[in-house]
């Protein structure tokens, strides 16, 4: 066969000239494959939690009806992109062929991966719906799926359990750029820090910043508190709303002589973060928004209101070896790992 | 009097716990002032072009009408924030008294300053309008304002008019990084370069990169084409639509050698061109994001679903500097100063 466009654009049907994700329809017969597909063979799907709660509301709640809507949806559209939400997940499989013009990646027919792309853009063939299992927003099917080439990847760690394996790598990306931006001596703050990535990030900012650093981690609950204690991890923890930007400006300045922070991330669930977090960080400072309730305009103009010079990251899921840096601090951190034990798989 | 907050919160009147831009009223009874505000004579308020449309609408096209529109807002909020675009502006005045804690600052009284943070924070009490100048969305008035301690601003400059100088000022925050994140060497695009943005980033990149970079501007229009050409500037000038994210991904790499760019600035003033910008820039590279149409959610979910290792920045509207580093474009490159001065001013 010929080589396919590396982002997939070789298999939308509609509307046509547009990228996989935001595609209305996409083929997803695998009966001839490009030399650069890699064909899985899917065990599980792991539905973004949106998506999922959405249709697990419109099915009642009844099982049967979730993997009913699923199938409609993948037999319409190609892929489980759900057509409320926008959004998709990530699926794990077995590589069942790999494409001619990609023999050299390191990767055997065999292997179990997760597809870090999401679902949203991934041509999926589904022959049965095996079961659903609501709690952990999972369904274990039959069926095959495409990874186009530029499409990104983790193979399935020996040493920890598949759901723990995927909680770390539905973050992996905001510990990886934590480790590549932190340095020796920062004061870095983790505004939710007792949260999934928030706890990854507070790893490697300690690693990174070393005993001449500072590390602040705030999370809103009591038991987000009580998790970066748990940690073991040399952080000062804050409780407190992070909503409320003079707050977290005078904790902040209280904890650092005034010096504010050399880098800022944001790590929350909820909107209007913006603010406490340029002004938690000192000029020339970087604030790095992994939170995707940020609102791009609200931190433009915030920074620009309250004259901060300060260098505004967008929080990119992917970096180089996202995916081993991540799972890494799990073997480093047994701790960390029993709280994700605990709490997210 | 006291010191109040650099912030300004001290003048929130409602509600309470939030800055001056969200507030819903400020106080702008300057009868009694803080230690660490500056108190301007204001002449001029140049509306923002989103809210001087809705206005004039709202106006139904008659002056008076506006006007009127205006002074109720200022009435009622205690500054021109309007209240259905959110958005506000800025104002040109001259200084009138300069609080006892900013004696240092390098200002005097009656010097004419440009004030470079949004109307919608700034407290503003209305004597008189004089004029409202529609086609320019500007306002003469009679009244004062207050400057905040950590409120950005400009000297006007002696050599150029002052329309002249607020469109550029308008932008300032672009070209100065541009200035900062260039490199001797690198391969810029910018999309949008034949716009207002666009043109006086292109200057600066051309000067950063020098002889042995290579500066390429996407402009949707031939005007905008035109203007590039018309800079003078050794710019590759490329005409077509940004949200086709393959053409630009096609032109790019054929104007590279398939390496791609090492920087991408996006200067569009139209939405869905997150996934040309990344797919135009090479992994490692950087994609400068000051467009407002700007989402957040594309460019983190663009950049993870093609697998590029890209950093994304988020247009601060300031950096030390932009005033001067913009300005000073136009006096180094009378071609853009006429371009601008028959477009923009
Ligand atoms: N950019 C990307 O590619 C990407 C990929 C995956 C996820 N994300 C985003 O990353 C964010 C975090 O995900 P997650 O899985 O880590 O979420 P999570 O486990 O729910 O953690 C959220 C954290 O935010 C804290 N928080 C919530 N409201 C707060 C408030 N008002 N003040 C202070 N802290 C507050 C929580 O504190 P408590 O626990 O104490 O309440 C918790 O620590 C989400 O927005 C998600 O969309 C981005
Ligand atoms: N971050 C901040 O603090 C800040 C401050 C001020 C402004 N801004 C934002 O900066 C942006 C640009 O402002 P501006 O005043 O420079 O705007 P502008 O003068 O209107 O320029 C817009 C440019 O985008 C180009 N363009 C429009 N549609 C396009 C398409 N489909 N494909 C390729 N190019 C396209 C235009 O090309 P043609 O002229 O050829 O049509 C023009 O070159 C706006 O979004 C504004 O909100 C941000």
């Known amino acids: 066969m010929a080589l396919g466009c590396p982002y997939g654009t070789h298999r939308v049907l509609g509307p046509l000239g547009v990228f996989p994700q935001p595609a209305k ?4 017969d695998f009966s001839t494959l490009y030399d650069n597909e890699i064909l899985i063979e899917v065990e599980v799907l792991n539905i973004d939690s949106a998506s999922f709660s959405q249709i697990n509301t419109q099915a009642e709640e009844d099982p049967a009806k979730i993997a009913q809507i699923i199938l409609e949806t993948v037999i319409q559209r190609g892929k489980q992109h759900n057509p409320v939400t926008g959004s998709g997940g990530m699926l794990i499989g077995k590589i069942k062929t790999i494409g001619s013009a990609l023999q050299s990646r390191p990767l055997n027919v065999g292997d179990r991966i997760a597809i870090l792309v999401s679902l949203s853009l991934t041509p999926l063939h589904i022959t049965e719906i095996i079961a659903v299992h609501k709690h952990v927003d999972q369904v274990e099917i039959r069926g095959e ?7 990104i990847y983790a193979k399935l760690p020996e040493d920890m359990p598949q759901k723990l394996a995927l909680a770390v790598l539905d973050v992996a990306g905001a510990p990886a750029q934590t480790a590549k931006i932190v340095k020796p001596g920062d004061t870095v703050v983790v505004i939710g820090g007792g949260g999934k990535s928030g706890l990854l990030c507070l790893h490697e900012a300690c690693k990174r910043v070393g005993v001449t650093g500072k590390v ?3 999370s809103h609950s009591e038991a987000g508190v009580a998790r970066m204690k748990e940690s073991g991890l040399p952080v000062i923890p804050l409780q407190g709303d992070a909503c409320d930007a003079l707050w977290v400006l005078h904790q902040i300045k209280g904890l650092t002589d005034g010096k504010l922070a050399d880098l800022t991330l944001n790590m929350v669930n909820i909107p209007q ?10 000029d020339k400072g970087i604030v790095y928004f992994f939170s995707m309730a940020t609102s791009f305009t609200a931190a433009a103009l915030g920074a620009e209101g309250v004259g901060k010079d300060v260098t505004m990251l967008i929080g990119n899921g992917y970096t180089e070896g996202h995916a081993e840096i991540a799972l890494a601090i799990l073997r480093e951190n047994p701790r960390l790992r029993k709280i994700y034990e605990r709490t997210y798989a």
């Open 273 to 282: 973060t913006e603010l406490a977090s340029i002004l938690a960080t000192k």
């Open 145 to 151: 799926a495409i990874l186009f080439e530029s499409g």
């Open 25 to 28: 329809f996409i083929n997803n």
């Open 216 to 218: 602040i981690g705030i």
